[in-house]
């Protein structure tokens, strides 16, 4: 995956705690979360799953839409994950080259 703006979340596993992030290069960053190289919150909770994201065209966009998704309630995000990842599956192994 080409570097490009996107809004992800991740969860430290099905109905766990989630997190809601922007970047404009999602492997990078998920490896990041993953191996603990970021401070905070998802090392702190142990929050590694990547379960949603969703391209943009622009990082104005993007952070848009973090800002918007930041001030759901739970219910909302758990549902937008379900949409398209019922199973909550770890989608991390989708993003790396054959």
Known sequence: MEKQPCVYLLASG???TLY???TSDLIKRV???RNN???GFTKRYNVHDLVWYEIHECMES???REKQIKKWQRLAKTGLIEQ???DWRDLWPE???A
Do not use: E, K, T, Y
Request: aromatic share 4%; net charge neutral; hydrophobic share 45%.
């Open 14 to 16: 099905r109905n766990g």
């Open 20 to 22: 809601v992030g922007v």
């Open 31 to 33: 490896f990041q979360h």
């Open 37 to 39: 190289q970021v401070d």
């Open 62 to 64: 993007a952070i848009l």
């Open 84 to 86: 398209g990842n019922p």
């Open 95 to 97: 993003l790396l080259p």
